[in-house]
């Protein structure tokens, strides 16, 4: 019965109170819409109400239809498909951060669910049964890294396979023999440190597990991390900081952690900067970043978080890899913000990522450009070659593109890089200071003289830029600044052998021009008591004078 004066409402249970979700006309379509509802399994109840408006005004209801549901939210749990999968073969690989990262991207729907970090489920005979009970993930996910791991050993996948179980019981038995020990009232990290046993990674091991019980209390991945930074503020922590960085890096893992962590960016590119600055310990608080950002950045700082900046730099790799913009809402600053990111990456000191991360930076550069064709991997590098705004930076791009094997064409770029740039400034710009300029030159022709780049020509090219630092010693009177000849005698030679050891100079040339600054006084008439004379006070100058004669020693001029 339908009419005018006739409508059908799809009504849902939502705190014990029916509401109306939609009014059809027809019958048919509001239960194909009531039934539809109920097939996405979040509802508790769904009913469809005919009503019938009367010529007096009155409404009657008749109730049509009324289905009960589960009132849980269906979860996809199923796995991620990864792209590769490390081959363990000892049962601590399978707690590596290779491992672990694995285990992270492959398990993300499943770990998300149960705000579960790769650390924990390892650890946990509880979870680890949960995991390997729900459905058919366990042999799902044995059957995908077997494949994967078989195509570099060169096993059949049976035989991965049948490893990988054998590898799991053992797991699964290790937690299960370690997760007697109560819990403290605590929850610091001294409290669970004194109930870990035996040493080594032994001892590691069930402080990870004790670690991870606790951990597994909190429902939240900032909380999780809250309680880490936490423990890793603790006084006793010591070596221990180790073992915090390990489930920080699994933390850094999810997508959500990470932009909560990082609070607002207005675009995957600023956002891809942060990251890298956050994994060097340099990172600006964004708007609504949470407490635990500054303690963060603060260890990323102090340099005690290793794994965890492995990950958040193979996240910056994998997302320049990919194809999402970087300025989505913007296309038409995909360009500057992509110069933005490279400079970020890739500085006078060195690229953040290795070789992954350059080679990711020719592969977007490529995208970006649309450079197709033959050859088009050496045209996207001297494309990229291009966006770099020195000579210092290009060569580390190179250098790490050649790392694992340098082809003569990359070799060929190189030499015309090193060769064609015969001034300071082609290779660090103008506005650097000196000092910086030096180091930045120095750390270069490091990269240049190392077992990366081929020899020949790796000597001359060397060669070159120990040349280019000469000429810039000589030319801004670095070294007649620093021995200023109105200066007393002692001031200036601890200067000149401070400077000499600083680093800042390339040992050849110009750390000789520097040294035969220094020889020349030692080898003036009565040296020392010249020096003693120019130091005023006797005592502060044999004070100065024994310093003076360390520091020789530390350079090496005895």
Known sequence: MSGRNTAFEIQVLKDKNWVIQEIRPDEAAATAFADSLLQKGNLTAVRVVRTYLRQDG????????????????????????VQDAPVCRELDDFYSLAARLTVGRMARKYLDELVLTPTELLHLPGELKRFGDKDRLLMTAVDLAAGLQAKQTGEESKVRRDFLFTMWEKIFARARNTSGIKLPEAKTLAALQKLAPGAGEERSFQLRTLMSRRLVEVRSWLGKLDLLLEWAAEPKVGDDITLID???????IPAQVLQDVMGFQSNLGTALCSIADLALGRAQAAKFAPSCFVPLNDLFATERLPQARQVLLNRVTRELRGTNPLSRNEPGQEYEMFNKLVHHMVGDLGLLGGPAMAE???TRYGAMVRVNGQDSTLRAIEGLLGVLCDSCRRVHLLVSLGEVGMPAELLELLKVQVTGSDHINFWVPVKVPPRDRMVAMTVTHGVLASSSVPNPPRDSLAQCLDEVLTRYLVDEGVIEKIDKADDPLAMRAIRLIKFCGSGVLIRGKSLDLARSRIIEHLRQPQFEEKFLASSGDPSSGEKNLREFHRLLREVGFA
Do not use: F, H, P, R
């Open 360 to 362: 990711a930076m020719v």
């Open 246 to 252: 390990g489930v920080i890096a699994d933390l850094m």
């Open 58 to 81: 009155s409404q009657s209801e008749t109730v049509l239809l009324e289905k009960s549901g589960d009132g849980k939210v269906k979860t996809d749990l199923s796995l991620t498909q």
